[in-house]
């Protein structure tokens, strides 16, 4: 018998868990800070919802329709077709994702801990970026961290669905939402926060270009899970009484919220900190080398808020991260398991070990592998660079073209409605967008991110 998420709530908090995660705290500030603060804010909200909130739909449909894994939902539904190759795809995506993810989530359990043994006390601008290099650079310590992150992981995706993932998000997510409170609480109220708070609120259209647009789509499916199946094997154990509709609108206001609180921890604190919002000051290594410092500098005269501020804000990257990869990890886990025939702590255990492996070698090439370049990119940048640019926007397009074009508009009402128990609306507009407007959207930010436009 396959399990089923509990509760309503249980489904939300378990979607929000995948989609929450270092896409929201890490790559969103950055994303803003390049594309110019608010106007990419109110664009990026637009692709959350003309898009992504439709392409989430129609993981949702292909998901509890089919009751099985991202692989298998396509044999099913799709049978003697070749509509299983973007079920495999996402299977495949699912551990390429997962390798070098945990490599970064593994540092925030290092910075979590130097936090914890306050060694941030007292050091300046210029520390930073050395602390963070000397500890990526080291063959073993960011491996330590990363096993540990995964055999986290494990240990959730082993337990199930009910008592592992559905009972782990009900505890993290309110926690994770609590801590972004007081943080926002704490940094907006900083001397100093008042530019950071403006950059986020006063948009200037000026800078808006194409290139523009399509990076907030593509941040957009990055932060919403999309494209690779995670929230289609989530939605595989939706009960019958789950709103998909419902669930799917909780779950994009959820994740924007997070994303939004993030973008009022980062840029108030910073901004506070004397930082250029604009400059490359918020650059990639915003979360192991500015943040530090600015928690540092921002309460220069009160080195306990420094150290509360400091461990409480990776403790919540550490959670967030978690609830992603758990999802990351069951896709695999739950691919093995029914089409394979394997059991559930075997087959978690294969995927756990592989992307350990796998994992050791993206984070040894912040170190010893540095100079093993495939492509003119480190094993670590081919990883992220193929999966978010190339598989991601893949995957999301054929899932919007198989339910607007293939699937039975018959079998997706059914589903949106719950068998015409629930009213839904907008059903044409819906499956106007599945057909038209993501998948040539979805093609635009394909083409450019190759550089192509
Ligand atoms: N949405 C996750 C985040 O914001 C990342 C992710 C992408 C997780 C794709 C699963 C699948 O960090």
Redesign the pocket.
């Known amino acids: 018998m396959r399990e089923n998420f509990g509760s309503k709530i249980g489904a939300v908090l378990a979607a929000a868990g995948?989609?929450?995660?270092?896409?929201?705290?890490?790559?969103?500030p950055i994303e803003t800070g390049r594309n110019g603060g608010a106007a990419f804010i109110l664009i990026y909200i637009g692709c959350i919802f003309l898009i992504g909130l439709p392409v989430m739909l129609s993981e949702f449909v292909i998901g509890r329709s089919s009751q099985a894994n991202t692989a298998g939902a396509y044999r099913k539904l799709a049978p003697g077709t070749q509509w299983k190759w973007v079920g495999r795809l996402g299977v495949f995506?699912?551990f390429v994702?997962m390798s070098y993810?945990v490599v970064v989530a593994g540092w925030t359990i290092q910075y979590a801990w130097l936090a914890l043994t306050n060694q941030f006390a007292g050091k300046t601008a210029e520390d930073f970026p050395v602390i963070f290099s000397q500890f990526a650079s080291n063959p073993w310590q960011p491996i330590v961290c990363l096993v540990i992150f995964v055999w986290l992981t494990h240990y959730v995706v082993v337990k199930g669905v009910t008592r592992g993932i559905e009972r782990w998000s009900k505890v993290l997510m309110p926690m994770l939402f609590i801590l972004v409170m007081g943080l926002v609480i704490g940094a907006v109220s900083m001397p100093g926060a008042k530019a950071g708070i403006s950059f986020l609120l006063q948009p200037d259209f000026s800078k808006v270009n194409g290139g523009v647009v399509l990076n907030a789509m593509g941040q957009a499916f990055?932060?919403?899970?999309?494209?690779?199946g995670?929230l289609c094997t989530y939605a595989s154990y939706f009960n019958r009484q789950t709103s998909l509709a419902r669930t799917a609108l909780n779950v994009c206001v959820i994740?924007t919220l997070i994303a939004l609180m993030a973008g009022f921890i980062i840029f108030p604190a910073a901004s506070a900190a004397g930082y250029h919002l604009q400059s490359g000051d918020i650059g990639a290594s915003l979360l192991f080398i500015t943040l530090p410092n600015v928690f540092q500098q921002a309460f220069a005269h009160l080195p306990l808020l420094s150290y509360v501020f400091s461990l409480l804000f990776y403790l919540l990257v550490i959670l967030?991260?978690l609830t992603?990869?758990i999802?990351?990890h069951e896709?695999v886990t739950s691919y093995m398991t029914e089409e394979f025939g394997f059991r559930r702590s075997r087959a978690a255990l294969v995927e756990t070990v592989t992307c350990m492996l796998l994992g050791c070698i993206c984070s040894l090439s912040f170190g010893p592998l540095q100079n093993h370049k495939l492509a003119g990119m480190t094993i670590f940048d081919l990883f992220d660079w193929t999966?978010?640019n190339l598989l991601?926007p893949i995957g999301g397009m054929f899932i919007s073209i198989f339910v607007g074009w293939y699937l039975k508009r018959e079998l997706v009402k059914g589903e949106l409605t719950n068998n015409g128990t629930l009213r839904v609306r907008g059903l044409r507009v819906l499956i106007f967008i599945l057909r038209f407007v993501a998948p040539l959207a979805i093609l635009g930010i394909f083409l450019n991110q190759l550089h192509l436009f």
Request: net charge neutral.
């Open positions: 995948s989609a929450v995660g270092l896409g929201n705290i890490w790559r969103f995506t699912g994702i993810y990055y932060s919403l899970s999309l494209g690779m995670c994740d967030a991260a992603s990869t999802s990351l896709v999966s978010s991601l």
